[in-house]
């Protein structure tokens, strides 16, 4: 990113934060496996559903070598409340039983000496583990200040003007390119919630964007939010 869209994100965090608040963040951060394991299960499903599947699975298998070692169908019982059993089981199963392959070890301790784009690469050639779930494992595993792309972030910081792309990987590495240092987190994270309650794919309610001053989309409305939900809970900041 260039300076101007440097600015433009901080700014956005400044505006979001005053809406919402700094995001909470637990104190110990959670395994980098533990948070592979919860990004596949939160793919195209709901935080809630995600992490009841997440639960449920970590109650049935006591270990990474039980899940490993179970039959796909068996994973994919324990986490149907997430959507798409048969693709996310067979991701997890996959990604630990390579995982043990090839480090003899269920851990990822070895990225904390790779820089951001080099575990990203390391990460993504697990099959099922694509760029939003290795930036995801740095954010909230490793503290890393990468901003993860979404639906919810790609559409924001495209309708903002910050960057111009086509998908979210390519939304990723344009926005990481320079990001602003300490606040990927409360930027991320509160992108995602306003991407819930206000910035919706479709019929916004940009009378009631923190951002509306700041925002280059043409398809601005008057529409309001009618009646706000509670709708704040981070299934990533509750791996554990």
Same mark, same amino acid.
């Given at each position: 990113?260039?300076?101007?869209?440097?600015?433009?994100?901080?700014?956005?965090?400044?505006?979001?934060?005053?809406? %919402?608040?700094?995001? *909470?963040?637990?104190?110990?951060?959670?395994?980098?496996?533990?948070?592979?394991?919860?990004?596949?299960?939160?793919?195209?499903?709901?935080?809630?559903?995600?992490?009841?599947?997440?639960?449920?699975?970590?109650?049935?298998?006591?270990?990474?070598?039980?899940?490993?070692?179970?039959?796909?169908?068996?994973?994919?019982?324990?986490?149907?409340?997430?959507?798409?059993?048969?693709?996310?089981?067979?991701?997890?199963?996959? %990604?630990?039983?390579?995982?043990?392959?090839?480090?003899?070890?269920?851990?990822?301790?070895?990225?904390?000496?790779?820089?951001?784009?080099?575990?990203?690469?390391?990460?993504?050639?697990?099959?099922?583990?694509?760029?939003?779930?290795?930036?995801?494992?740095?954010?909230?595993?490793?503290?890393?200040?990468?901003?993860?792309?979404?639906?919810?972030?790609?559409?924001?910081?495209?309708?903002?003007?910050?960057?111009?792309?086509?998908? *979210?990987?390519?939304?990723?590495?344009?926005?990481?390119?320079? %990001? *602003?240092?300490?606040?990927?987190?409360?930027?991320?994270?509160?992108?995602?919630?306003?991407?819930?309650?206000?910035?919706?794919?479709?019929?916004?309610?940009?009378?009631?964007?923190?951002?509306?001053?700041?925002?280059?989309?043409?398809?601005?409305?008057?529409?309001?939010?009618?009646?706000?939900?509670?709708?704040? %809970?981070?299934?990533?900041?509750?791996?554990?």
């Amino acid at each position: 990113m260039n300076k101007h869209q440097v600015n433009k994100v901080i700014k956005a965090t400044d505006l979001l934060v005053e809406k %919402f608040g700094i995001p *909470p963040r637990p104190a110990e951060k959670p395994d980098p496996v533990e948070m592979v394991i919860g990004t596949i299960l939160s793919q195209n499903t709901n935080d809630k559903n995600s992490y009841k599947a997440y639960l449920q699975l970590k109650e049935k298998y006591k270990t990474w070598d039980e899940i490993a070692e179970a039959e796909r169908s068996d994973i994919e019982k324990e986490i149907k409340t997430a959507g798409l059993g048969k693709q996310k089981s067979g991701a997890i199963k996959n %990604f630990l039983t390579r995982l043990k392959i090839e480090k003899n070890i269920y851990s990822l301790d070895y990225l904390s000496d790779l820089t951001d784009l080099e575990a990203i690469e390391d990460l993504t050639k697990y099959n099922g583990v694509g760029v939003k779930t290795a930036s995801c494992v740095l954010l909230f595993a490793l503290d890393r200040n990468v901003c993860p792309v979404d639906t919810h972030v790609n559409r924001i910081v495209n309708r903002l003007g910050i960057v111009k792309a086509s998908t *979210p990987d390519k939304t990723f590495f344009l926005l990481n390119e320079n %990001f *602003p240092a300490d606040i990927a987190h409360r930027f991320h994270t509160n992108l995602i919630r306003l991407g819930r309650e206000v910035c919706k794919p479709q019929k916004p309610a940009c009378l009631s964007c923190p951002l509306i001053k700041v925002c280059k989309y043409d398809g601005k409305t008057k529409q309001r939010v009618v009646q706000a939900k509670e709708n704040a %809970f981070m299934l990533l900041d509750n791996i554990k």
